[in-house]
């Protein structure tokens, strides 16, 4: 097939977008299929042999003042998309998926004069370039992780006040996407969790949703030869500041685990840990909290591989790539039961209700003095990683549902 995948964003450290992008990509490559990419900045490296197209944008979410005018360009601020992006984003509107859509839309009707595509599939962007593009007469699928609706709730619920409240909802795109999804060909979502909230928010029918779980890149999150685990250290990997992560939580619980234990934070070097500092300073649980900033993949893999534990505490998860990749280096889980977590983490570790902070550490607690159920544990993770979250058998199950729209 000739396969058209759209990503906003497609560097993987922009997130798990550009994740999902990568590996999807390499595999319907190596399955022999004619793969194109349409991408927004921060762009990636692909994989020799697809063919990428680059989306132009000029960030203006992200620049300040002067910075948001091109040098090269000073003017190109007054075509009608620029100016609308530009506009939009003074009121804190995030307006770059929508941007984005429509771009892709007009890249896509002018590679239609001479490339055929057998599907679109588009990456959770869900903006209405996508029924713009639904007048070129190709199949339209889209992976939706989980519906932005929770991320809106989550960030809401904790604002002290309707002028703070007003940020997330004017940031979140919330009505585009309940506009879109439905009106596509189908939607893959990669949980049992992720398949209800997006037919509770975005009302997307049972019945034109495919579950595909993600995969996970074994030859790098394995368990590597010669690395000695530290006796009683955690580790927790995801933004701090994310309130879907549960940080908050995990801290509450640190006051309450075993003196000796340590946990490692994996955050990416945000800078954006003031909350986290006061709360970590109010419960007097700095000395037992280290923060590693930003790390390479194989710095993470031996973070991982030293540790005792993985702890991810989220609110909510549409499937919990920490959690997976922790269980791929063969480390014990202790999670919420935030969304998909309970579906990944199965009998890989011990899932607790989310919110709850003296579960989490009873039951880091437990699992640390409990030597023999860690190895099992261990042991149990490696194969449910081999068995259900594999690049090779997702791809198969997308061609499997390409194939009913070709």
Known sequence: MRICLLCYRGNPYSGGQGIYLKYIADELLRQGHDVHAIIGPPYPTMSKGVTVHYIYNNEYFIKKGIHVINNE?????????????????????????????????????????????????????????????KSLGIPIIATVHHPLHIDLEKTVERAPNFRVKMGPVLFYPVLMQRL?????????????????????????????QTVVYNGLDRSIFRPIKGI????????????????????????KAMKQVNKKAFLTVVDGGSPHRKSTLRLMKMLGVGDNIEFTGKVTIEELV????????????????????????????GIPVVSSDGGALPEVVGDAGIVVPAKDDVALAGAINDLLKDGERLKLMAQNGIKRVEECFNWEIAVNQMIGVYSKFV
Do not use: W
């Open 73 to 133: 360009f000073p003017f190109n601020v007054l075509s009608p998309i620029n100016f609308y992006e530009y506009f939009s984003t003074r009121f804190g509107i995030f307006s770059e998926i929508m941007a984005f859509s429509i771009r892709a839309y007009l890249k896509l009707k002018e590679l239609s004069r001479q490339i055929k595509f057998d599907i679109i599939h588009d990456n959770q962007c869900l903006g209405y370039g996508l029924l713009l593009m």
């Open 180 to 208: 879109v999804t439905p009106r596509l060909d189908h939607v893959i979502v990669v949980s049992e969790d992720s398949k209800k909230k997006t037919n509770r928010y975005l009302k997307v029918p049972m019945q034109k």
């Open 228 to 251: 000695k685990k530290k006796r009683g250290k955690l580790i927790f990997v995801g933004n701090v500041e994310d309130r879907k992560k549960g940080f908050v939580y995990l801290l």
């Open 302 to 329: 031996k973070h991982y591989c030293e540790s005792e534990i993985a702890i991810v505490p989220s609110v909510y998860e549409g499937f919990g790539f920490p959690a997976a990749e922790a269980m791929s280096c």
